[in-house]
């Protein structure tokens, strides 16, 4: 029984990350954002921990885009620490949502090592294209070093 309720509630949040990707591109981002924040709120309270960590990265993408970065930032770091729990294998994409945010903040540094960190995961995922779009993302930042 608690495994179906899972299942159904785990649909339902993929459903609404769907959505939350739909208003953003409809250039909605703070109603996406208010969706992905509602939907993380009843994952955390269901306890699964996967499906939160889809969410957050979801989240923190969307925060950047709304130049939340302190906000992005802590949810990438959440969504990469929840996978670690897990022992899965972290989203390069959370590393690449760290970097950017950094850039933002002018902490360059930080933004080249999150950016490493998601080149590393592509590379070993065998992503060529993800790893074209790292290194353009790492001599971004060198631009501005």
Known sequence: MLALLLAALA????SRLDQ???????????EASKLV?????E?????????????????SRIEVSLGKYQEAIRAANEAIALRGKLKAQP???????LGLANLNLANYLEAIENYRKALAIDHKNHDVEAEVIR?????NVHYFL
């Open 11 to 14: 649909s339902l949040s993929a």
């Open 20 to 30: 939350a990707r739909q208003l953003e591109r409809e250039g909605k981002p703070l």
């Open 37 to 41: 924040q509602a939907t993380i709120a």
């Open 43 to 59: 994952l955390r309270q269901s306890g699964d921990a996967a499906e939160l960590a889809r969410a957050l990265s979801e989240s």
């Open 91 to 97: 989203e390069s994409d959370d590393y690449n949502t």
């Open 135 to 139: 290194l353009n993302n790492i001599g």
